[in-house]
Antibody
Framework: EVQLLESGGDLIQPGGSLRLSCAAS????????MSWVRQSPGRGLEWVSA????????YYTDSVKGRFTISRDNSRNTLYLHMNHLRVEDTALYYC??????????????WGQGTLVTVSS | DIVLTQSPGTLSLSPGERATLSCRAS???????LAWYQQKPGQAPRLLVF?????NRATGIPDRFSGSGSATDFTLTISRLEPEDFAVYYC?????????FGQGTKLEIK
């Protein structure tokens, strides 16, 4: 059974940094692209970032480019999102998500339960 | 970025009725790649249908859910509503990056 378990969300001041983790199990982690998706009342669902299975290619939505870094440790079956220069508008529930097949990075068939990031002074 | 506009914002129907939800893209989607998700309160989105024309059902999804459409106009149809189908539905496009979502349609019990 595929399981994705996010952690690392917290209350953080604007300009701060945070690292989110997503522990994966139940599938061959290093063969699947993985993504981060966030959800907030004001912005709805928003794809944030993706990384391929071998960690040789990464993708970001424009609003986080230069501030967020996606990475993975395939030896630990763990996906990360390093978040710097956090803004109030980054406040959201952050999900990690996995596609149904290893040859595409979409759509998102498996999701974690989410971890909450609140950016506020 | 491709903007997805879902309509209606809220749909009020009764169990047993047919639901038709719309998703319109601001640009034609390459390879017609669109997916539909269902989300209930406190839960992550659940993949329903995806692929060319959003016509492939995800694992375990009942056949009362079906997707259709092409280019800029896509539809999710629920043939006969069950009580557990009342939720919020989102479309997402994979034709280009970023992989944008629609704003959602709330399907509520009439």
């Amino acid at each position: 059974e595929v399981q994705l378990l996010e952690s690392g969300g917290d209350l953080i001041q604007p300009g701060g940094s945070l690292r989110l983790s997503c522990a994966a199990s139940g599938f061959t982690f290093n063969t699947y692209a993985m993504s981060w998706v966030r959800q907030s009342p004001g912005r709805g669902l928003e794809w944030v970032s993706a990384i391929n299975g071998g960690a040789t290619a990464t993708y970001y939505t424009d609003s986080v480019k230069g501030r967020f870094t996606i990475s993975r440790d395939n030896s630990r079956n763990t996906l990360y999102l390093h978040m710097n220069h956090l803004r109030v508008e980054d406040t959201a529930l952050y999900y990690c998500a996995k596609p149904p097949h290893d040859y595409q990075d979409y759509p998102f068939e498996h999701w974690g339960q989410g971890t909450l990031v609140t950016v506020s002074s | 970025d491709i903007v997805l506009t879902q309509s209606p914002g809220t749909l009020s129907l009764s169990p047993g009725e047919r639901a038709t939800l719309s998703c319109r893209a601001s640009q034609s989607l390459a390879s017609d790649y669109l997916a539909w998700y269902q989300q209930k309160p406190g839960q992550a989105p659940r993949l329903l249908v995806f692929g060319a024309g959003a016509s492939n059902r995800a694992t375990g999804i009942p056949d009362r859910f079906s997707g259709s459409g092409s280019a800029t106009d896509f539809t999710l149809t629920i043939s006969r509503l069950e009580p557990e189908d009342f939720a919020v539905y989102y479309c997402q496009q994979f034709g280009s990056s970023p992989r944008t979502f629609g704003q959602g349609t709330k399907l509520e019990i009439k």
